[in-house]
T-cell receptor, first 116, second 118 residues
Framework: KAGVTQTPRYLIKTRGQQVTLSCSPI?????VSWYQQTPGQGLQFLFE???????NKGNFPGRFSGRQFSNSRSEMNVSTLELGDSALYLC???????????????FGPGTRLTVL | DQQVKQNSPSLSVQEGRISILNCDYT??????FLWYKKYPAEGPTFLIS?????DKNEDGRFTVFLNKSAKHLSLHIVPSQPGDSAVYFC?????????????????FGQGTILTVHP
């Protein structure tokens, strides 16, 4: 099975611009989650999509948004970029079932966003 | 409010010896725990997990122990190899939606840098 893929791998933007990142989950996985990794804050949860619905959102401003398509592929968008948005953005997919079952998430390689 | 904590920023171990990485959590709603290995500029790689209904799970050289009363888990790597050198994150999840499906939200610790010396 192919793993989680993310595009693009690297991105350089300037303040005030917007950016869209893409994630293709492992085939059959319906849950896609997004995380931000920065040196100061570590790995932080952004949001989760399951069957095209956002189920959870982390403590990030409304400039961060996302969506999921019927094929489970997901995109996240950041508008009005700030310097502090420079980070590694990670997407993870999982085959979630009833609570108590396996909840492993498998990560993509990430998109390195640099905001100048 | 850090709900998952890894209090040791780094750990240095000799090849062939045991590596023990520790993690503490505060949220009683967490019911599933995972360990990931990560290299810089790459995504985390899943290592091993444990459900809250168990106290031990083993997979090859990796064993995870869970002490629910102490809200503590640990990862044992035996024997340690130089290729194990990386950052190790523990993560926790919990809760479910109205349909009973687990949420796909992981809360991570800050990570522990493991260095295994030849």
């Amino acid at each position: 099975k192919a793993g989680v893929t993310q595009t693009p791998r690297y991105l350089i933007k300037t303040r005030g611009q917007q950016v869209t990142l893409s994630c293709s989950p492992i085939s059959g996985h319906r849950s896609v989650s997004w995380y931000q990794q920065t040196p100061g804050q570590g790995l932080q949860f952004l949001f989760e999509y399951f069957s095209e619905t956002q189920r959870n959102k982390g403590n990030f401003p409304g400039r961060f948004s996302g969506r999921q398509f019927s094929n489970s592929r997901s995109e996240m968008n950041v508008s009005t970029l700030e310097l502090g948005d420079s980070a590694l953005y990670l997407c993870a997919s999982s085959h979630l079932g009833l609570a108590g079952g396996p909840q492993e998430q498998f990560f993509g390689p990430g998109t390195r966003l640099t905001v100048l | 409010d850090q709900q998952v904590k890894q209090n040791s920023p780094s750990l240095s171990v000799q090849e062939g010896r045991i590596s023990i990485l520790n993690c503490d959590y505060t949220n009683s709603m967490f019911d599933y725990f995972l360990w990931y290995k990560k290299y810089p500029a790459e995504g985390p790689t899943f290592l091993i997990s444990i459900s809250s209904i168990k106290d031990k799970n083993e997979d090859g050289r990796f064993t995870v122990f869970l002490n629910k009363s102490a809200k503590h888990l640990s990862l044992h790597i035996v024997p340690s190899q130089p290729g194990d050198s990386a950052v190790y994150f523990c993560a926790a999840s919990g809760g479910r939606d109205a349909g009973g499906t687990s949420y796909g939200k992981l809360t991570f610790g800050q990570g522990t840098i493991l260095t295994v010396h030849p």
